[in-house]
């Protein structure tokens, strides 16, 4: 599983749609990039200046939104979002070889999504399941006292046994 190198193209038929439905509606400018992000996955920066010229707002305007939503993301994520936790309890546990082997296992490092958008692999604080440690979650379901056997199941290959 290689890293995704460069962002998809999007359909920018599409985008405009979307955006001259909130043309001129300054008020509009978050549920507008939400939409675009549910569109597409994410807000390419490109389509930034074509938000701001069609809301009247300077693209610094739409940046500054943009960037300040942590649920807004500017690069493509992966259908599965995997969180390896690196706090505490689950140093001391093992969590940096449990991180080490999922790394492996998807060919990703940190902040990487794959290739397919199958994955995007990323580090948390503390999941706060302390007691589960170590843990790591793909997207909404935990998984606690991680080992290496574990680790292999979740991501097993196609053809790998
Ligand atoms: S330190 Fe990992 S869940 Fe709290």
Same mark, same amino acid.
């Given at each position: 599983?290689a890293k995704l190198k460069a962002p998809p193209e999007i359909d920018l038929e599409r ?6 439905? &909130? ?12 939409? *675009?992000?549910?569109?597409? +996955?994410?807000?390419?920066? %490109? $389509? *930034? ?10 693209p610094s305007e739409v940046q500054g939104v943009v960037s300040f939503y942590e649920q807004?993301? #500017? ?10 936790? %690196?706090?505490?309890?689950? &140093?001391? %546990?093992? +969590? ?16 990487? #999504? @794959? ?7 990323? #580090? ?8 589960? @440690?170590?843990?790591? $979650?793909?997207?909404?379901? *935990?998984? +606690? &006292? ?10 097993k290959r196609e053809g790998e046994s």
């Amino acid at each position: 599983m290689a890293k995704l190198k460069a962002p998809p193209e999007i359909d920018l038929e599409r985008l405009n749609e979307i955006v001259n439905e &909130h043309a001129l509606k300054r008020w509009a400018l978050i549920p507008l990039v939400q939409e *675009v992000q549910a569109e597409f +996955g994410f807000i390419p920066p %490109r $389509v *930034v200046p074509i938000i701001a010229n069609k809301l009247h707002l300077f693209p610094s305007e739409v940046q500054g939104v943009v960037s300040f939503y942590e649920q807004l993301y #500017t690069e493509p994520r992966g259908r599965n979002i995997v969180r390896v936790c %690196r706090g505490t309890a689950c &140093h001391v %546990r093992g +969590g940096k070889t449990i991180l080490k082997l999922v790394k492996r296992q998807l060919e990703l490092e940190e902040n990487e #999504t @794959s290739e397919d958008l199958e994955y995007t692999l990323e #580090t948390v604080a503390c999941l706060g399941v302390c007691a589960l @440690s170590p843990t790591m $979650v793909i997207n909404n379901q *935990v998984y +606690g &006292h991680m080992n290496p056997k574990k680790v292999k199941e979740l991501f097993k290959r196609e053809g790998e046994s």
